[in-house]
Each structure stands twice: as C-alpha cells, then as structure tokens.
C-alpha cells in the first residue's frame, strides 16, 4: 500500500500558476505510474495527467500546452505545473498510483489503486 500526499493548492487568480505536489511512501516510487485527476462539484473525477514508470505523459485536452507533470524518483514526488489557469480548472485535484509496471491506458481512474486525499483549487475572474 502507498500513502499520497498533495500539496499546493490554493487561490490564485485567472492567468496565474499554481504547482501541485504529491508525495509517496511506502514503494518503490519509480516502478509506478502516477496520474493526476480533478473533481468538479457535482461531476465525476475525470483525468488531467500521467506519467508512465517509463516517463510517458499523457495530457487531457482541456490542460495540453498549460499543465505539466514531472516527477522526482529521488524524493518519490510527483508534480503538476499548471499555467495560464483559468476559472474552468477550479476542482479539487487528487494524485493517484498505478500497479508496478502497468502499461494499460492511464487515462482511467480504474488503472490506479492509491488516490490521495486531494487539494482545493480555485481560480477567480
């Protein structure tokens, strides 16, 4: 089992950036894929990055050019750039771990089996 922390949210406003952080323990941190989701109220989460174990990162089309996911292995954390945000990003944003060494599609909630307890972020006009 893994623990995930995020940190880093906040208020910012339109236009603004904001980095998302999200840590691990108790894996191997490097073996694993590590995505990012967001939750509008009301909705269901839906997907905003990923990066493999290998280091492929897919973006939903809502963020491509504006966000960016990273990770460290060295300091088992996960991060998300998000630039040029805009009120439409306002959510509560959860990092979530995949099994070691999936190679499914990562845009799926059900390819990942640790979710984080999430950070707010909310974007003014």
């Known amino acids: 089992q893994v623990q995930l922390v995020e940190s880093g949210g906040g208020l910012v406003q339109a236009g603004g950036s904001l980095r998302l952080s999200c840590a691990a323990s108790?894996?191997?941190?490097?073996?694993?894929?590590m995505g990012w989701f967001r939750q509008f109220l009301g909705k269901e989460r839906e997907f905003v990055a990923a990066?493999?174990?290998?280091?492929?990162?897919p973006y939903a089309d809502s963020v491509k050019g504006r966000f960016t996911i990273s990770r460290d292995n060295a300091k088992s954390t996960v991060y998300l750039q998000m630039n040029s945000l805009k009120p439409e990003d306002t959510a509560v944003y959860y990092c979530?771990?995949?099994?070691?060494?999936?190679?499914?599609?990562?845009?799926?909630?059900?390819?990942?089996?640790?979710w984080g307890k999430g950070t707010q972020v909310t974007v003014s006009s």
């Open positions: 979530a771990a995949g099994p070691k060494y999936y190679s499914g599609s990562l845009y799926y909630t059900r390819a990942y089996d640790n």
């Open positions: 108790g894996r191997t941190f490097g073996s694993y894929a």
């Open positions: 990066i493999s174990w290998s280091g492929g990162t």
